[in-house]
């Protein structure tokens, strides 16, 4: 059975506060259709983490908050790709307008995890169903659509997948995952070359450029995992790029940002 862990990221909230996130973190788990029979809440960022790491069973982690500033997606971002044990993971901010822990300006306006209304709950539970709902495809990738007949209302009566798309564009993605991981190529090096060879770029743009071949390099859709205001979903699709590369790059592109800062 998939188990659902999750983290209350509240760190001065007493426990009356903690007591009223958990009970609107589970009236949110029922909203989208979980099962709640095996959920387990963690306030410590760390017993959660080791509890992921003894887990065998398919686990989805929401990591749920109510602080005056968001949780460090970045570093979440990282656990969560590199993890073997969470398939699924979906920030949650847990707080309202007149929550337990005001937000500030800048948490407000932050995207992620803000899924207070029955349109973007409906689109939660199509994306953790498979669903890719961005309206372009990433370079390398298609959107194939298949009609649900059992289904007459618009606009989710089709359910779109990603899959492979043309092989020419396949091989330029895991070529520039090989110039940049094995041949120890740059971001402009990489784009230069491509335009050398009249290689056609992404997005209808002219040329390729660095931010181009940084953006194939970083995105995890390449090892097919599917991203959504937050949320990843791991094997949602065919990968591209085995795990081994695409994580070996991810190091060298913080090695080298690191190197640039000092």
Request: hydrophobic letters at 40%; charged letters at 25%; a positive charge.
């Amino acid at each position: 059975m998939s188990k659902i862990i999750s983290i209350l990221h509240v760190p001065d909230a007493n426990e009356a506060q903690v007591m009223s996130l958990f009970l609107k973190l589970r009236n949110f788990i029922k909203q989208i259709d979980f099962s709640i029979t095996d959920l387990r809440i963690y306030t410590r960022q760390q017993l959660a983490i080791k509890e992921m790491e003894t887990e065998r069973d398919m686990t989805t982690l929401i990591v749920g908050w109510a602080v005056s500033e968001l949780p460090n997606w970045s570093k979440w971002n990282r656990i969560i790709l590199q993890s073997q044990k969470v398939t699924q993971f979906i920030p949650l901010d847990l707080t309202d307008g007149n929550g337990v822990v005001a937000r500030t300006s800048r948490a407000a306006t932050d995207n992620t995890g803000n899924w207070s209304s029955k349109a973007q709950r409906t689109k939660l539970k199509l994306f953790l169903k498979g669903h890719y709902l961005n309206s372009w495809a990433p370079y390398g990738l298609r959107i194939s659509s298949k009609i649900d007949p059992l289904k007459s209302k618009q606009p989710y009566r089709s359910c779109n997948k990603l899959e492979p798309g043309p092989p020419d564009e396949i091989d330029i993605v895991r070529l520039i995952f090989r110039l940049f991981v094995e041949h120890d190529y740059c971001f402009t090096e990489i784009s230069n070359l491509l335009n050398s060879q009249k290689i056609k770029p992404p997005l209808k743009r002219l040329t390729w450029s660095a931010r181009n071949s940084k953006a194939i390099l970083q995105s995890a859709v390449y090892i097919g995992s599917n991203r959504f205001r937050g949320c990843i979903k791991h094997d949602a699709f065919s990968p591209l790029i085995d795990r081994s590369v695409f994580f070996k790059a991810q190091e060298k592109i913080s090695r080298n940002a690191v190197s640039l800062e000092s």
